[in-house]
């Protein structure tokens, strides 16, 4: 129960914290134009283009997702990881199906829906607006990556430059795709990245929830 209350407590935080931007440029800039949820993407998909254009992407994302780049990091780190408190994945640690609710709710609240209110819904369309699509959507891909560094390096999370370098690529280049996969693939709705993005995250978690069996 404990571990639902955090996990709850953990999503309101994310997406009062992640929401404050967006939502007071929204009020004082945008509020006449449309809704709010409306002016962040929340709407429904729809497949821009060719339909092959959806699998090519399933195929890069499936293939970057699977893919370890732990395989890169000194044992030593991992150990070290997988031992700390601050790491919130470890909170799932060897519970097994106790873990599947609180990791619904952190996955797919503080991590799928605020995180991409924030950087699909917001800065996303922000830079594209201003910058053009390619250079938007790298941009909010750059400050996503850097976001995880500044996160383990708030949380004292002693890592080295190589896996901060790793972790700014790899989650960069998620970031990468997700924007991409709204704004070019679908019409601008950020519900696509919502679900990627949680359900990427959680399958994450039920893998260290049941490690140990």
Same mark, same amino acid.
């Given at each position: 129960m404990q571990l639902i209350l955090n996990s709850i407590s953990t999503a309101a935080v994310n997406l009062l914290v992640f929401s404050a931007i967006p939502f007071l440029w929204w009020f004082f800039r945008?509020?006449?134009?449309?809704?709010?949820?409306?002016?962040?993407?929340?709407?429904?998909?729809?497949?821009? /283009?060719?339909w092959w254009t959806l699998v090519v992407f399933a195929i890069i994302y499936y293939f970057f997702y699977t893919f370890d780049f732990t395989r890169w990091i000194p044992q030593e780190t991992m150990d070290y990881l997988e031992?700390? /408190?601050?790491?919130?994945v470890n909170a799932f640690a060897g519970i097994c199906a106790a873990a599947i609710l609180p990791a619904l709710i952190e996955n797919f609240?503080?991590?799928?829906?605020?995180?991409e209110i924030l950087y699909r819904g917001f800065l996303c369309k922000l830079f594209c607006h201003k910058l053009g699509t390619v250079k938007g959507i790298l941009l909010q891909a750059a400050l996503f990556g850097l976001m995880h560094n500044a996160l383990y390096l708030l949380a004292g999370l002693q890592v080295g430059l190589?896996?901060?370098?790793?972790?700014?690529?790899?989650? /960069?280049?998620?970031?990468?795709?997700l924007g991409w996969l709204n704004e070019k693939i679908?019409? /601008?709705?950020?519900?696509?990245?919502?679900?990627?993005h949680g359900a990427g995250n959680f399958i994450s978690s039920m893998l260290t929830a049941f490690s140990f069996l």
């Open positions: 945008h509020r006449k134009e449309t809704s709010f949820f409306r002016w962040l993407g929340f709407i429904k998909p729809k497949l821009n /283009g060719k031992n700390s /408190g601050s790491v919130s609240i503080a991590n799928g829906v605020a995180e190589w896996y901060h370098t790793l972790m700014f690529l790899f989650t /960069g280049m998620a970031a990468l795709l679908y019409n /601008g709705s950020i519900l696509p990245s919502i679900l990627l």
